[in-house]
């Protein structure tokens, strides 16, 4: 089920029951993202976020995080992710991915996925999965900014092919 997401006032809404991708310049919904996971039928919510830190390898004080994608490419590749996904463990419930572009200061969410499932193993699993496969398959840079100076990352990012 291939999915993306409409921007309606401060809030993401996903475009289908299961499947929640979208990509956006605003705040993440964090709390939403998890609690619209959750399904009578599933035990399970695993929900990742990950936030800007201020520091990185090699330096400290790092002030700002910006992230830029290109963004054609993001949501289609976010969907190949989730049909993984439900192939890799098809009692998944639901999965959101979403990812934040542009400016995320410290302490604020880059990304968050939240998937439900029967069981916790599998949504473990599973989360795991996507934030581990968005970061080597999703055309997205980062760009951090500390007193020093700012890098585009230690090293170029060679995007690879979903279940590569």
Not at 66 to 88: K, N
Request: overall charge negative.
């Amino acid at each position: 089920m291939r999915a993306t997401s409409t921007y309606d006032g401060e809030v993401l809404q996903p475009s289908n029951e299961s499947t929640w991708l979208a990509i956006t310049d605003e705040t993440l919904p964090v709390a939403e993202a998890s609690a619209w996971a959750v399904l009578p039928n599933c035990g399970a919510v695993v929900t990742f976020s990950g936030t800007a830190r201020d520091h990185a390898a090699g330096r400290e004080g790092v002030e700002e995080l910006e992230y830029e994608a290109y963004e054609q490419q993001v949501v289609p590749r976010l969907a190949e992710i989730a049909d993984h996904m439900r192939s890799e463990w098809p009692d998944l419930g639901r999965i959101a991915i979403i990812h934040r572009v542009g400016v995320v200061p410290i302490g604020q969410s880059a990304v968050i996925v939240a998937v439900s499932s029967p069981h916790r193993g599998e949504a473990f699993d599973a989360a795991r999965f996507a934030i581990d496969t968005l970061k080597s398959t999703v055309p997205i840079w980062k760009r951090e900014t500390w007193a020093g100076g700012q890098s585009w990352g230690l090293e170029p990012q060679h995007i690879t092919e979903v279940g590569s």
